[in-house]
């Protein structure tokens, strides 16, 4: 019975504070008449159209036909434009690689050319015969014409080759298509090293602005020229006979490059594996570095489609397989793309297509939703202020009709709703009259309980506190006096350690002293022996001067012996042979002499160093003795201390034992203290709880009773301000 009333309170209480609020909160700035609040609402909801819902549909509507308009268009565009970017590169691609390929059976056939060359039995036999020959003689003269004309007639047999030379493996000219080459040596250039390197493989060279072979070029003309070098041989040798130059006019990779169409913008060209043109459309730029705005090493396959670093050019590429030179075909990326523009232009036009059908539309939708929104908002505020009298008419079955339809329905069930309440709330007061006056008079009585079980509580609960602190501390003490004990018998151990490695330090440091004493007279008896070597190599010093004087008074003996044995004529010979071999000797004496000198130097010189050195080690020596006896005193008297600090440790150890007995007779008094003080506060606990339940319930009750009576008449005034 009493939780169902507790319930019943409780539901009234909240429910008529959310309607107190509510209304509160509604009439806080209503005027006296609702008609003038709802219109000044409307008119500053009216204000801002931003946030109408017609509006804001309009706008979702508007971007999302334009938006996906935009974006389909765009990527419509797009991948269009990278199609047809791809495609023409795929095509561009596949015309440079048969354009490659040609180009590569071209090259090939100036190999096989050159191979022939080499193999010709007659002109092999021309050019050993020209090598037998003397340089500048009728019969060298005479054979190198004849090479000339073996030349001239492969020169003359292909019109794209500027013309056939013949070097030795030196340099010099040997004979060449073109006439005389001169006395010129080319032996230091790059493109010859390059071919004697190659070893009789074919060399490929890129293009020269000035030709090769500068007589040639002046006999021709200065016409532009890439060339083709191998190496002579010997079939049985196997040894050089001499260099082939086959100088290439240019044109042979131009009538090929022109036949390739770039489109508007685009350009072909061959660059070396270096990087240097080898052919471009620009003469300037022949056999200078590439402008192509990408490294060498991008070109890293057989052939392939590359870009620009800026992106602006499309480059499609084949690489020779007998030359490595890269046949390069340039285009312009927004030629390729130009016939995309036009999907970009009809995605501009449908879009502003889409734009004004989006306003139409947009337009009516606003229409249709936002303004019987606005109704129904104005007719809600009405309801807010408390008429609810009002009813909105459906006009439609659509979403917005079925809303109207669920707001009359919804304001019918609240004006049934008030009147019940009403009602209810004329009986709920008269009861919570009668209800509060019985919870005062229990409250009362549980009150003077409730403070007399509290006092009695609070003294044994004070004592249980103070016994089980005691208990703690004694217990605290205990577990110290322990960690003291185990402390105080570690510090003995350890003493009794730095005792004993003190004295074995005090051993030790007897012994370091000996043996300082010992290395300090050795120092001194090195010193002196040291002295002792100095005056030794001086003595040697002066005999080798002796003996210098005697080599060089032998010497002068010699030679006086020598010029008498030359008067006494062809008796003497035998003589001055002796003298000639004594004369040897003393050089050979005086030469040692003077290499003992140095190494005698020397000595002394070391031996002065080591005297200055000795010299300087000694006082340190002397330091060092005495910081070792002043160390040994130390450890003395540490092992002193040590002996009363152990004295000490064993005193404190006894008082130590004794106060732990002590406080182990305390702990278990104070345990039985708090055993008794603890069931005494359990006890009273709990018949202090028990009061103040009792307390708390008649409180409860008396404080229910008057939020129930306050809440019946907040909700009856409260519910008198609907109009039904």
Known sequence: MKKTWSSLLDSLRHAGKTVQTKLASRNSGASSTGTGKISGVSEGIRSNPLKSVGVKLFAIFFFCIVFFVLVVGMISYTKSKDVIQNKVADASEQTIIQAGEKLDLIYSSYEDLSMQIMLNEDLRKLVTDIRASERNSYNYLELSRQIGDKLNVYSFANKNIKAVHLLTETGDGISSSSGNLGATNRGDRDWFKKVLEAGGQSVWLETSAKGFVEESAAAVGTQTSFALGRVLKSVTTSQITGILLVEIKLEVIGDQVKQINMGEGGSTVVVSPGGNYIYTSDREQLAKPHNLDIEMNAFDRVSGQLKTRDSQNQLVYYKSKLNNWFLIGSMPVNELVKDARVIFDITLAMAFGAMLIAVVIGYMLARMIGSPLIQLRNLMKEGEQGNLSVRMQAKGQDEIGQLSVSFNQMMEKITQLVQQTNISAQEVLGTAGELSEASKKTAMSAKDIAVAT???????????????????????????????????????????????????????????????????????????????????????????????????????????????????????????????????????????????????????????????????????????????????????????????????????????????????????????????????????????????????????????????????????????????
């Open 454 to 724: 509290e006092e009695i509580a609070s003294g044994a609960s004070s004592l249980a506190v103070e016994s089980e602190r005691g208990n703690e501390l004694t217990h605290a003490i205990g577990m110290q006096m322990k960690t003291v004990v185990e402390a105080n018998v570690i510090m003995g151990t350890a003493a009794g350690e730095v005792q004993s490695s003190s004295k074995q330090g005090i051993a030790y440091m007897d012994e370091l002293i000996g043996k300082t004493n010992e290395t300090e007279s050795m120092t001194r008896s090195m010193v002196e022996k040291v002295d002792n070597l100095k005056e030794s190599t001086r003595s040697i010093v002066k005999i080798l001067d002796v003996l210098g004087n005697i080599s060089k008074q032998t010497n002068i003996l010699s030679l006086n012996a020598t010029i008498e044995a030359a008067r006494a004529g062809a008796a003497g010979k035998g003589f001055m042979v002796v003298a000639d071999e004594i004369r040897k000797l003393a050089d050979q004496s005086r030469q040692s002499i003077a290499i003992v000198g140095q190494i005698t130097e020397k000595i002394q010189k070391e031996i002065e160093e080591t005297v200055n050195v000795l010299s300087k080690a000694y006082p340190i020596f002397q330091e060092q003795i005495s910081s070792v006896k002043e160390a040994d005193e130390i450890f003395k008297q540490v092992d002193q201390q040590m002996g009363g600090f152990i004295e000490r440790l064993s005193e404190v150890t006894e008082s130590i034992s004794q106060l732990e007995t002590s406080q182990v007779v305390l702990n278990e008094s104070m345990t039985n203290v708090s055993a008794v003080a603890e069931e005494s506060s359990a006890t009273s606990q709990e018949v202090a709880s028990l009061s103040t339940e009792q307390l708390n319930i008649s409180n409860g009750l008396v404080n229910l009773s008057d939020k129930l009576e306050e809440l019946s008449k907040s909700l009856q005034e409260s519910l008198s301000k609907f109009r039904v």
